[in-house]
């Protein structure tokens, strides 16, 4: 697993966001020397995910074809989560979070999380970015609809992970570890300030253990 210690985590932070930046700053210059009218309407198409046995020879590639192939990822794994639901947990037990497809969802609320504590804390969840399955995929989509850059630099690593980064401003820079499998997100490790979080992921409706987090946040909410 290409979790990285938290001490290469930090000292990796600056320097890969600086280094993926410029990266992409230096082919946004290149691709606005030849303006065209339509370039502002027409969007770019979508990134080609790389199969498995292509990974090797993408590991390396430039710092916009691998923010590119993330945000293709992210995409990807975001609509999986909310078409199918998913099952997020802490690999410390200390969180677990649930969100159902619409079909599931109690009276159109869909998401919730568990502390585990003590005590136990049950919340419904109103933002699905608060899901790692879904945070990256709507800072793109943000910033896309803003018409400003996204402030997240990705390096494809050679086992097929990405390692990403990104700048919150004021609140201070994340660094992420992303693992894959068939092609979605599977086990993300987090660092922010002094934090470190793994999370593993599950895809689809989550199991009826888990259910009752949503219903009891639910119940707790309206009750």
Avoid: W
């Amino acid at each position: 697993m290409n979790l990285f210690p938290k001490a290469t985590l930090l000292a990796l932070v600056a320097t890969i966001f600086l280094a993926g930046c410029q990266g992409v700053n230096q082919a946004s210059n290149q691709e606005t020397e030849s303006p065209s009218p339509t370039a502002v309407e027409t969007e770019p198409p979508a990134a080609e995910l790389p199969s498995t046995s292509e990974t090797d020879g993408l590991a390396g590639v430039s710092a916009r074809i691998s923010l590119e192939l993330f945000e293709a990822v992210a995409e990807l794994s975001c609509e999986t989560a909310l078409d199918q639901g998913i099952t997020e947990k802490a690999i410390d037990g200390s969180v677990t979070m649930v969100m159902v497809s619409e079909q599931d969802a109690i009276e159109s609320y869909s998401a919730a999380y568990l502390e585990t504590g003590p005590p136990k804390n049950y919340v419904l969840i109103f933002e699905a970015d608060m899901f790692v399955a879904c945070g990256a995929h709507f800072s793109f989509v943000l910033a896309r609809d803003a018409d400003t850059e996204v402030k997240i630099a990705a390096q494809l690593e050679p086992d097929g992970s990405f390692f990403v980064v990104q700048d919150f401003g004021e609140f201070g820079v994340q660094g992420q570890s992303y693992l894959l499998e068939d092609g979605l997100f599977k086990t993300v490790s987090t660092t922010f300030g002094e934090e470190i979080r793994v999370t593993d992921l599950v895809y689809g409706k989550p199991l009826s253990e888990d259910l009752q987090i949503l219903q009891i946040a639910f119940d707790q909410f309206f009750g």
